[in-house]
């Protein structure tokens, strides 16, 4: 219980510091992603850590109500999260109180290399 609660608090450190790494550009509408997270113009999921940092805002409490989100390309986390590296990936909307509500497009593209340890 102690080594889960160790690692999900490093994927969320991890999250957090990438969102600051972000290029001012990216971050002028306040959010890490390029887009305005609308149907029209969809936040962009680019890279394993555009989607940490959802994982992470998510499972802290935010909703995105009826916001919308795309993968723009094929996500890879097997660097990221691995058996191996001894970190599972904290699943989005982990626990009954903590859910998702806004829409993510997945666009064809798919995201691979996921390890969750645990139910």
């Not at 850590?49 to 499972?59: E, K, T």
């Not at 109500?65 to 723009?72: Q, S």
Request: with cysteine.
């Amino acid at each position: 219980m102690k080594n889960k609660c160790l690692r999900s608090l490093i994927l969320l450190l991890l999250a957090v510091l990438t969102a600051f790494a972000v290029g001012a550009a990216a971050l002028a509408d306040g959010e890490p992603w390029e887009g305005s997270g609308t149907p029209g113009d969809p936040w962009k999921i680019a890279s394993p850590a555009d989607l940490q940092v959802l994982a992470a805002r998510v499972n802290g409490g935010e909703s995105f109500f009826e916001r919308c989100f795309i993968l723009t390309q094929d996500l890879d986390l097997s660097g990221v999260c691995s058996e191996a590296l001894g970190v599972s990936w904290d699943p989005i909307g982990h626990s009954g109180d903590i859910t998702f509500y806004g829409v993510f497009d997945g666009a064809g593209h798919s995201v691979s290399g996921l390890y969750i340890s645990g139910g």
